[in-house]
């Protein structure tokens, strides 16, 4: 399998090409183009070229129906686009499917409101009128990450798209070969002008920071660590771009003293393992009350205990490998120092043996610390280690859950209805789920506080990041 870069309406070749390698056992999937300055500058150009041409940018019927096509022929394909996605990105095949599905319906999202981008008119004074438009901030650049392809393309994408924005997708080198295979229904369509969506790939980092300094970008979207995001506001702010940042996280899971340990152990294991730990929303630190702790612990190692580890595409696997054996060292070597200086290890994981030792696998871990400060419950280890740490009542609770650099998510876990919402209310964060974990929407927003990002995608909020409002003043006088 072989993957191009697509700028100006034509597949390319950048002359060197880079493989795809499957992290369960290190097969090589295929290969994709790498390409750098020079396709991230083509492709820039050529946006910048399709936007001016009023028949995308002030056309919402034909932004619609493009939406409309490419989710009707992703369609189709659901099956084979999981099962690649599983190859390449290492989760459980139950996973992708329900991926590729979220990315579909949220493409019927954005097709919905690409024709409802409402503005509003203001009779100031006799005669004189205020008009506020929702316009499209221009060319929007969108740098896709390795741990939900399709999703994470999709829910930029598709509302820069109805915005009316043309866009430049640099999707991750780990995905490459699925995010080309996922877009290119949408790029094929007859209805799509040339240059209004242009993706290319590259290994290194050069194309990905031109994007970020071009005065030609207007608005940049990026998902990944806090500490790229930061690097991407600096060099951003010259040309003053708009940004849309998903950074990192640490959600904290309180567990209140009426709720089932059992039953939550479980949804909390699924919630730190899911995609190998490897989702800035995914379970990270468990805060019980103290008279639950005991509990908790042997509920908790137990359910994390029996997760299964084995290739993403059989039926058995709960959990496939990191996404890599550079992610797979770095990671391993933090939960190492972790359970190094950690209070107490409940559950001791590493690097399997025997059939899964040459993948990327990691198996969770679970540890006990009293300290919130320490450096495992403040960074984001992005894996699968969870911290369980106790407290007395509800104001301890949330001031340890709110020690954190962090606010992308939390979940409260109670009976108790009032009280939920009440924490929840306190919790410093942009989404706090009640007795669930990692629901997420295309009708509802996502982001965070601080230090885990600006602005949010998901829902109507997400036409907001690719829009500028106009204000047209007109004094047409009285009769």
Not at 138 to 157: E, K, Q, S, T
Not at 248 to 265: F, M, P, Q
Not at 359 to 370: C, E, K, M, N, V
Not at 428 to 455: C, M, P, Q
Request: net charge negative.
């Amino acid at each position: 399998m072989q993957a191009r870069h697509f700028i100006d309406g034509d597949w390319c070749e950048s002359g060197q090409w880079s493989e795809s390698l499957d992290p369960a056992n290190a097969e090589t999937i295929g290969q994709f183009a790498d390409g750098g300055l020079r396709e991230a500058q083509a492709a820039v150009d050529a946006a910048a070229r399709a936007f001016a041409e009023p028949q995308w940018s002030q056309n919402p019927r034909l932004r619609q129906q493009v939406l409309l096509e490419w989710a009707a022929a992703l369609k189709s394909r659901q099956e084979d686009l999981a099962i690649l996605l599983t190859r390449e990105n290492g989760k459980a095949l139950a996973q992708s499917r329900g991926e590729i599905g979220g990315a579909i319906s949220e493409i019927l999202y954005y097709a919905g409101l690409a024709r409802h981008i409402p503005g509003h008119v203001l009779e100031v004074a006799p005669g004189e009128f205020s008009t506020m438009l929702r316009e499209p901030a221009g060319v929007a650049a969108l740098i896709i990450p390795w741990n939900a392809p399709a999703v994470l393309l999709v829910r930029a994408l598709a509302p820069a798209l109805a915005a009316g924005c043309t866009c430049v997708i640099k999707p991750a080198p780990q995905t490459a070969l699925f995010n080309a295979a996922f877009l290119e229904p949408l790029l094929q369509l007859p209805l799509l002008p040339r240059g209004a969506v242009n993706l290319f790939a590259e290994t290194g980092h050069v194309g990905a920071a031109h994007l970020v300094a071009s005065p030609a970008v207007d608005v940049l979207s990026f998902t990944g660590s806090t500490a790229t995001g930061t690097r991407i506001m600096q060099d951003a702010a010259p040309t003053m771009k708009k940004l849309s940042l998903e950074l990192g996280g640490k959600s904290c899971c309180v567990v209140l003293e009426d709720a089932d340990i059992t039953a939550v152990a479980l949804k909390l294991a699924a919630a730190a393992t899911i995609i190998s730990g490897q989702q800035c929303t995914a379970a990270r630190r468990v805060l019980v009350h103290v008279s639950r702790l005991a509990e908790m612990k042997q509920a908790l190692a137990a359910a994390l205990g029996e997760i299964r580890l084995g290739h993403g595409l059989e039926a058995a696997t709960q959990m496939g490998p990191l996404i890599d054996w550079h992610s797979r060292d770095l990671v391993g070597q933090r939960i190492a120092e972790a359970m190094g200086s950690c209070d107490e290890v409940l559950l001791a994981g590493g690097q399997p043996d025997g059939p899964l030792g040459a993948g990327a696998f990691l198996s969770p871990t679970l540890i006990a610390h009293r300290d919130s400060g320490a450096f495992f419950c403040q960074e984001e280890i992005f894996g699968p280690l969870l911290v369980l740490e106790a407290f007395e009542d509800d104001a301890e609770a949330i001031a340890r859950a709110n020690h954190s650099d962090f606010g992308l998510s939390a979940s409260v876990w109670t009976h108790d209805g009032a009280r939920a919402m009440r924490l929840a209310r306190a919790l410093r964060n942009g989404t706090v789920w009640i007795n669930d974990h990692n629901k997420l929407f295309a009708e509802a927003e996502t982001g965070g506080y601080r230090k885990s990002g600006l602005g949010r995608l998901h829902g109507y909020d997400a036409l907001m990041d690719f829009t500028e409002l106009k204000h047209v003043y007109q004094n047409v006088g009285t009769l």
